[in-house]
């Protein structure tokens, strides 16, 4: 009985203690995944707790059920639209980009620690793939709005490049134990990781989606019955030979992606779920990592984590990426900066303990060693990198709260909270706005004391509105309430007009005094600049051209909208 007490007291503390501690990421600048890693470390067996953890079995069990929680939370939050521009070249670095990454990071690794190449080479491949959880921790966490080409290729890549490390994972394992098939037994093993992890997934995930909008439950049900139908298609995804990890990350895109109002109960309880997952795994991970052993592996892992970082990282995204795809050098410099690891390569380093390949504990540290590098050095530059590669898109405003309705069971109707922070809107009547057709205010709020708003209520600085309306309206009103410094910012990266996309070049043209070849006379403003552009245009994407930069302000869908002038600065 003690024993189960004193369990929850340490795990009660140790999860209350990085919670608080979070706030020295905003404070000092630190990667939350440090802290966590941090804390393990101190409340380890050469910490300040003494805590005696050496069950590699049981962490490797504790990696994987946080692992699935975390890709199922990113698979929820990724937009099938991003796959536009994400899929091929993330598809590309999560298969040969791994490879390459790995193939160098071993090459050194054998001439670091003095290793055979098969040891190396099973170096390389454990800290080879970059980490989802790292990824969607640090790109949220930092409220970094990446353009849409650069967020989802990193996303997409961290979510789906996790099968081709731990097939060469598991491949140099037995190849160094004695238990390794043959070529064509070999190749079958990775084909069904990709294979079975990409229909099992996207079936079941489909089938997931269908039958959460369609079971009319509790709230508080639809989260868990989300969580089991996940872990059903994780489950069987394995049982058959394929990546339960790629399976549960795309049954989530499937199930995140299919609108009701499921989803509305289903985020919010996911997002505490991936984060529960990510303190509890690198808690663990922290725990099982001796410090005096790790000190041994500490110079030659650094030689071994810098290759990484700035030689095998940024070669495999040029190889993988820029020959194939539209990617500007600053996209691929911050593509390559960002190769973050995290927790996968060090529940991949258990791989070597639990198989009893020989020196096991040199890739355990090994592995920790560049993973704590990884974060300090790429985690805790990234919000710098991001400003300084211009890969940046201006986060406009938002709802400050937002809430559905529940009155309909598709496209219905939510509650968006605005601040009036624009300066044009101070003592205008509200019968002046430009409201989208279908929105309307139902609740203004004045130094704490509701207003029935009327028409002839003229809005002051500072005022909350509550509006109703539904998704579609949100480009309207964000731009209605947006505020002068947000306003500035958007300015200074869009430029100070903005023409329509489907404006005649030769209309521009004459207006702007520019000249045109013959075959760009007919075409459109948005035409034009998708094609110089290369294809996929987002926004944020700029094209410089007789002393202007043409932004990409607006989309819709594949199509661009609005075009920002900028001055060449």
């Known amino acids: 009985m003690d024993s189960i007490n004193s369990l929850f007291l340490l795990s009660g503390f140790l999860i209350a203690l990085s919670i608080l501690a979070s706030r020295l990421s905003s404070l000092f600048g630190l990667p939350l995944l440090i802290i966590f890693l941090g804390l393990g470390m101190l409340a380890g067996e050469q910490g300040v ?95 970094i709005n990446l353009n849409e080409r650069v967020g989802a290729t990193l996303e997409i890549e961290s979510g789906t490049n996790d099968p081709m490390a731990i097939f060469l994972t598991i491949m140099l394992v037995e190849l160094l134990v004695g238990d390794i098939g043959g070529v064509g037994e070999t190749l079958l093993f990775l084909i069904e990781q990709f294979g079975l992890g990409m229909a099992i997934g996207l079936g079941g995930g489909w089938l997931s989606a269908k039958l959460l909008r369609s079971v009319d439950l509790a709230p508080g ?22 990546s339960g990890f790629l399976a549960i990350y795309l049954c989530g895109l499937m199930i995140g992606n299919r609108p009701g109002r499921h989803l509305n109960f289903i985020l919010p309880v996911h997002d505490g779920l991936a984060w529960l997952s990510q303190i509890g795994l690198f808690l663990v991970l922290g725990l099982l990592v001796t410090p005096g052993d790790l000190l041994e592996y500490a110079l030659p892992a650094a030689l071994v984590g810098l290759a990484l970082i700035f030689v095998a990282r940024p070669l495999a995204v040029l190889i993988c990426v820029k020959p194939f795809f539209k990617f500007r050098w600053r996209e691929i410099g911050f593509i390559s900066w960002v190769g973050l690891r995290g927790a996968v390569p060090i529940v991949l380093a258990i791989f070597p303990v639990i198989g009893g390949v020989e020196n096991a504990s040199l890739y355990f540290n090994v592995a920790f060693a560049v993973v704590l590098m990884s974060l300090l050095i790429q985690g805790g530059t990234i919000s710098l990198m991001a400003r300084w590669m211009k890969v940046e898109v201006p986060l406009g405003v938002t709802p400050n709260r937002r ?20 300066q044009e809107l101070d003592d ?43 998704t579609g309206d949100l480009p309207a009103l964000n731009r209605l309430f947006n505020g002068d410094a947000k306003l500035k910012r958007e300015r200074a990266f869009f430029g100070t007009f903005t023409l329509d996309a489907d404006a005649l070049m030769s209309d521009v043209a004459a207006a702007y005094g520019l000249t045109l070849s013959p075959g760009e006379q007919e075409m459109s403003l948005g035409e034009f600049v998708s094609l ?19 932004v990409v302000s607006e989309m819709e869908g594949n199509r661009i909208t609005k075009v920002g002038l900028r001055l060449y600065q």
């Open 49 to 143: 707790l003494g805590i005696q953890f050496d069950d590699y079995s049981l962490a490797f069990l504790i990696g994987h059920l946080a692992l699935a929680m975390i890709l199922l939370d990113g698979g929820l939050r990724t937009r099938l639209k991003t796959f536009r521009v994400g899929f091929r070249p993330a598809l590309s670095l999560a298969t040969l980009g791994v490879f390459l990454t790995s193939g160098i990071v071993g090459v050194v690794a054998m001439w670091v620690f003095d290793l055979t190449l098969t040891q190396g080479l099973l170096v390389g491949a454990i800290v080879g793939s970059t980490d989802a959880a790292a990824v969607f921790s640090m790109l949220s966490g930092r409220g």
């Open 221 to 242: 049900l639809y989260s868990l019955l989300a969580l089991a139908l996940a872990f059903c298609v994780f489950g069987v995804t394995s049982v058959l030979g394929g």
């Open 403 to 422: 809430g559905p309705l529940g009155v309909l069971p598709e496209n219905d109707y939510e509650m968006f909270v605005y601040q009036v922070d624009n």
């Open 428 to 470: 205008v009547p509200i019968r002046l706005l430009r409201f989208p057709s279908g929105a309307l205010i139902s609740a203004l709020f004045r130094q704490h004391a509701m207003l029935h708003p009327k028409g002839s209520t003229r809005l002051i600085m500072g005022d909350v509105v509550c509006v109703i309306g539904r």
């Open 532 to 550: 110089r552009v290369g294809g996929h245009p987002v926004v944020g994407d700029d094209v410089g051209w007789h002393g202007f930069h043409w």
